[in-house]
């Protein structure tokens, strides 16, 4: 089992980033997709999140109107498209997977991608 992410950086205030997440090694259709985040100091938390077919997405009330998460599953992979950045949205970006199975939750993450937002 695999999560890659790519495409952070260093980014200007109000500028974008679209980070990309491929998965392989798992039926990547039947997971239930997020995007966390960790800023150094604090504890990691939950960015956006979509189910295994696209049709609902979730957000947390600080990224809501500015980020969007998608997916494409004939390319095992999810995204976060992120708009209007702010220095607090500076840090590293995690892919999650996950799945119940039973009375089992099945969970992959990925290895994150570095996000800094600075002039």
Known sequence: VQLVESGGGLVQP?????????????????????????????????????????????????VKGRFTISRDNAKNTVYLQMNSLKPDDTAVYYCNANRAVLATRLTYWGQGTQVTVSS
């Open 14 to 62: 109000g500028g974008s980033l679209r980070l990309s997440c491929q998965a392989s090694g798992f039926t990547f259709s039947r997971y239930h997709m997020s995007w966390y985040r960790q800023a150094p100091g604090k504890e990691r938390e939950l960015v956006a999140g979509i189910t295994s077919a696209g049709g609902s997405t979730n957000y947390a009330e600080s």
